[in-house]
């Protein structure tokens, strides 16, 4: 069953998702934190396409890390979307680089954002490794500039999404 969530349930779990992170940073201080979450457009977050893309990211992510000693993992699957979150005794610019690498080259790779965790709890940006930012799904411009002015919209992103998984 798809359940549509409202826009309080979606900043409720991006909050609790935070807060799930800055627990898992304080109980492995030494090591690196990734949050993986699967981009759907819309108000419905998981449907067959968000959890396919999700179950193949979970894969490739814990493939990829395999080298880098998963110290943790623990899966949700969320009506506000699945999420994951991996500690991994990799450097942050490390796991950046390999977190870069499965969203520029995996086949849903588009569709998965997966991001590395500072202490301080902020994400670190492709960047401060040196890569370019995410490119739009639609358009192939910066996917910020389009997501700040509204370039496209949810049924182009959806059906871009569909194409992708399809």
């Known amino acids: 069953m798809f359940i549509e969530i ?5 900043l409720q779990s991006r909050d609790n998702r935070h807060l799930r992170q800055m627990e898992l940073i304080a109980a492995y201080p030494e090591d690196t934190l990734l949050c993986l979450t699967v981009i ?3 108000a419905v977050k998981r449907n067959h396409l968000s959890l396919k893309v999700a ?3 979970v894969e490739a992510t814990k ?5 880098h000693d ?3 993992s623990e899966e ?49 940006s492709r960047q401060e490794i040196g890569n370019s930012p995410r490119r739009c799904l639609v358009c192939n411009n910066e996917a910020r ?4 002015n509204h370039s496209h ?11 992708i998984v399809t």
């Open 40 to 42: 759907m457009p819309g």
């Open 70 to 72: 998963i110290k943790y």
């Open 76 to 124: 949700r699957d969320l009506p506000t979307g699945y999420e994951a979150f991996f500690v991994v005794g990799a450097t942050h610019s490390e796991a950046k680089s390999v977190a870069c690498h499965i969203e520029d080259t995996h086949i849903y790779g588009r569709l998965i954002d997966i991001d590395v965790i500072k202490p301080s709890g902020e994400p670190m």
């Open 6 to 10: 409202t826009l309080d349930q979606l």
């Open 55 to 57: 179950h193949r990211a």
């Open 63 to 67: 493939e990829a890390f395999l080298p």
């Open 145 to 148: 500039y389009c997501m700040r």
């Open 153 to 163: 919209s949810q049924e182009e992103i959806l059906e871009a999404v569909k194409s």
